[in-house]
């Protein structure tokens, strides 16, 4: 098995929408310039390092061993980390992403104590900062992982033991400050064993309460290292623990302002926990941007089929049109950008297959944005849109918005004779519409 | 057809478990004392107006004429309200039960004006107040139907039309008003389409802040008329429209955090519509409590199989346990209580049928308090999930509580090597001793 | 109210991808010739009565009156239905599509006996034969409503009173013999009430072989009367029953193996349908195809986050490429076509909602086609399917083709250390290329 | 870590329902008769191998070392399996149940040839045949794994590899010659890797072909060695692969009859599988039971919020009681049995939480059995629903058994004015009336 699993793929180009070569972008123009930014600049895409780089290929529900042969799946723990990231840029770099991410016991192994493990991530990391400088790559996010551990079983912040909230906590301030270090745009926590398996044992309340102060201690310790990047909750429904805390959008931003945290915290919107939550992604896209907390998108698909995470990479661009639309709408992502959090089939073997993934991930997403910023330049929806809340600006609605009583409207009802009628909403208009654009 | 369908049924009893009466209750034994107040005064049981005397059975899906036949179902509208309230008011007396529920569209029909509308209801509602009084039937709880008539079809508060809100809220004043006046225990507010088909014709942002505005008007309106009840929303997640905004109690939550609202509003927690938004009931209830919304509860089930909002009569007591006893947790209902939004399925035509519905729906409330109360008192699970976050009031939980940052915290696990050991849930055994007390 | 509310729509004419014209075609381009026939021949789309002509946007949960304002909506019974009769042919004149389809209940009231309501039907049905005598439309199917008057509420052929099955047997022949004689290319039976609600009271083998018995009497029916359509049973999973029996392709396979009549009878596959199964549209579509079943399609769309049957149209094409490829691989539906079961959202109220809707689809439908099309032709996915399985024609292949037993199968692996490699099934390269033709 | 993890767990003995005794049985009373068997004939339970003896506790999702310390799960390999059958029959032993099942890869390691884990696997069955005989334990099935080697990721006999398929057939064979040689009940093939990920590189017909070739085989094989069990298919919709060729029950008939194995092959129904399926777990006993096939159970539950297979113990007796009556209108199970495809939750770690799941879950069968066994001698559902099919007995009814034609059917329709009226299936009091038994 060669050390260097990518060294005979190519560098990806963007080739147009022409092109034949299953190993070119067709839609993915980096430098093209669209709505005053480049498509680099609008997406920000970033390869994630767990998906990617640390999954081997197994059944999730049979288990066994990996499928994908590695070689930095065998040897000494710290030697197989270094070569796995001299892998991982390698991909990068054949990629042409700007940006990764990183969880820290994917970086680098656990050690038998915090510190050893700090040494061993910082060792690893040391390596990340020069290979950054070389590449040029940069760091979307850094995270740690509060949930594969055997001590986080029953949670890190939310676990019944303080002292697994006293670990947690000690391994978020290495990672956070290493991720402010590397220049990271965003630190995100996503709460893998936050959440419960059963109510007869959990004290929901408690718990929260302990999520509401571990967060805010992190956000504390952002001000005080001087990190300027965003803190995001990546939210999810379930799984693995059967109630997540994050579930969703609507539920994060409740959390954020029963304790205050609502203008310090955004979210990581990963398409297929809004598929598992009940909601379409767009909406979570919506949501987040009506209620201020739009960060930073997970980018990938589930099955419909499916009732589990199967972080898939998008390849229907049509079905991303709408959250792109909802995006833009929303002055776009700021410091976030787009991860894939994906991974390919377990049957999809070889190493190329990884790279195949990312093209076809990258193309789909690159042509929803450019799908929907010609339909939003268009305002082909933004003006019908427009017209249907008009009566707001009229008389009417400017009384109701200014606070007119219940008392006030009734008298005017019965005064007036307001008897409204429907007006039809068009939706099939505006799907055909939508659909001149894709 | 006879005018009074009920006529000829019994006034149901308590016979206790061993009765074969299938027109008795076997569990619901109203005056029975258990935690220091009667069967009764836990449940606050009720009748729903809606699904017991105004629908007819017609299918969802293939709509078409009524299945059941009830006098009150033609003929000209007041006369038939005023039939169809003397045979609620009749299975109110036979069943037995302390409280009913209504909206106002289906006590009484739709005039040509709103005026004409509150005229109809005056009338109905003059004769109900009697009939309250003779009987001594009180009202859980009105409502006004704010979904059903063509003008509400995009929404009554979140209306693209400002002649939309007025006239819901000058409906919801007079609806509140009658409430007030029969003493209604809480006021609901549905918010039936109040939601979303597409948001391409949608401005969400817009929509909500409509929402919370027309929410702190009926507040408002509340404390003017010196209302003491207690205004519920009704959370559910989709169905009729695509998305609704009341999602579930955490989407709840949020939304009166926004308008500052999470002082004046609790929920009304519907079975069905729990388990619709991918929630346990109990996990339902268990996030009301914490987040000090709890108000009422719509009791019925959903099928497990089947994607819409079913509203069967619960019959499996063994699963309504765990939701009992966060409720027994909460310090009970206060002012709710425990309507049956539920019906009959449509092949149980006769009036009968709706009387044993409520029976075994009845017996399975009261089962699985009875069940739920027991297990309380006799600490077998309050024991252990207080001991399993016992370590929160030793010195390093203090520590955490009192607002220990991650410096602080790292700086403890580095010095004192803290390593936690994960400690068994013991999930099964709790579950086990659950079933000591079914 | 004008009596013929299409009368100010135009006739929609194909303009081509670049058009703006909403009420115009964009890619479905009736004449145009692919794979040897034209796409109206391929596709041969059909407009469904019920949801366009009889459906009155009535909310599915909350009843109350139509929504939509169609003057057949009122009015004396056959007189309304020959209105509504005119309006469509109206409709399907300015669609331009080749085919219709009814129910015959949509098409004429019921009476008040079966003898009345045959004769309804006969009046309408003559002023039908008529009207697809001058505007050349032909029927596509034809079918008889088994579901919505109260005596099918348990079940037609699968009822638990005999009485029902011989009314259903009656109407069901009525239908048929119209269907034959109206020249339609296929008989539909969609078993709305064939199925159950509770176990508790039902006899499932009972009404198996009841159900088995019926379909035998229809087929012999077909033969006896000399109608050369095709037979086609409409599986569905449950809705309006909590378990139809039809439940998805596989079902209905192993139901027609049981009672002889897998030769006889084929499916009308609806995308809807197959979603609520839990299965994609491209898997019924090739499982039917696979078991020698494949007949018409019910085209419209789920919503993804819904559990009921929304029937939408179409408007995805990306994702209706797998299911065109394998109606192609399959060699075309023959005598089947592509009914719009599919409804405008209840806010669309206008008559122009619906024209759109219907272009909407249809070009979803059109574009998906010559994508897949184009796909199939250049061979790109269908050559490495083939070396897939290329071991097969290989000596070992085809040893186990002609029965190879398990003693010589293992005889052969340990003399020949038989020891199989994981090859790649290059999904993700697969995906990419799909999206090349879209 | 002691290598005799269960040595300090007592013999479980029936105490009766009163027992406070958390390591007693509390309706498991093997002996007592019931319906002419004892408890213990008619449950025939197991425990399986894999979730109790092999499974660490692994999240399923971020995977990561096992949680569980089992002093097998380290050490050579065939030592370790010999440890572990060990524990395993002290397990059994000290649980008190008759049966066990085993997968070949669960008991042995696999060696690098066919041949060596053969080996393997003779050297550790040869050990559990002696304890077999020395504890009075017996095989309920035995099967082997097909799913978790790499080699079969593609699948098993559905491979696009023939030399997969051979593989997979000497496999076969060893296990099924094991299971006849230790006196199994049965021989389960579940189709682990037998679907398919995309029907983009996927030829549905050849693979189902492939499957029905095997089966054949197998049933030959069977025959052949004179093994006198049943062979079993476990129907699962999907999880590990998108869609399994083994559905449910229902399509499982279908691939028997069309490969002529309906008379040779029943199913092993799993609760928590039906549940995936969208079935009731009654539906897919009783719809088995109505085509012949009903086999064996693998017994558990799923998480009604949850859309993988949890496979937990079951504890609501309710539920089961409509399941286990369809087994009692069968006639029982026959040579199939109760195995226990069930694990305690990832956080219950300690070797207590397995017997204490196993507890739970076998007297939740048994309440649910003794429930549902006096319900059916009373009479109390069965008498009604034989009244209400009672019209097939009638001349109409055994006219139409009889096979009546459509024509005959439409003239006696009209002659005799044939109107049939709905009658109420008394859903609510059949429920209620099996809440008195429970």
Known sequence: MTAHVYADLPFVRYEGPDSHNPLAFRWYDAQRV?????????????????????????????????????????????????????????????LGLPFWCFHDRDVAPEGATLRESNALLDAVLERAARK??????????????????????????????????????????????????????NYVLWGGREGYETLLNTDLKRELDQYGRFLAAVVAHKHKIGFTGTILIEPKPQEPTKHQYDYDTATVYGFLKRYGLENEVKVNLEVNHATLAGHSFEHEVATAAALGLLGSIDANRGDEQLGWDTDQF????????????????????????????????????????QLEGHIGGLDTLARAFLCAAELYESGALEQPRAERYAGWQGELGLAIEAGASLDALAERVHAQGVAPQPRSGRQERLENLLNRFV
């Open 34 to 94: 669209v709505l005053g930014k480049t498509l680099a600049e609008h997406l920000r895409p970033a390869v994630c390092y767990w998906h990617t780089f640390c999954w081997g290929g197994q059944d999730p529900f049979a288990l066994g061993d990996p499928l994908f042969q590695r070689p930095w799946f065998q040897g000494a723990p710290l030697a197989a980390a270094q070569l796995k990231l001299d892998n991982a840029f390698d991909f990068f770099t054949r």
């Open 132 to 185: 950054m400088q070389d590449s040029g790559i940069q760091l979307l996010w850094g995270t740690a992982n509060l949930f594969s551990h055997p001590r986080y079983m029953s949670g890190a912040a939310t676990n019944p033991d303080p002292a697994v909230y006293a670990h947690a906590a000690a391994q978020v301030k290495h990672a956070l400050e290493w991720t402010h270090r590397l220049g990271g745009a």
């Open 314 to 353: 998008p390849h229907n661009h049509v079905q991303l049109v709408p959250a792109m639309l909802e995006i833009i709408r929303a002055g776009g992502l700021g410091q976030g950008g787009m991860n894939f959090d994906a991974k390919v089939r377990r049957q999809s073997l070889d190493p190329i297959d």
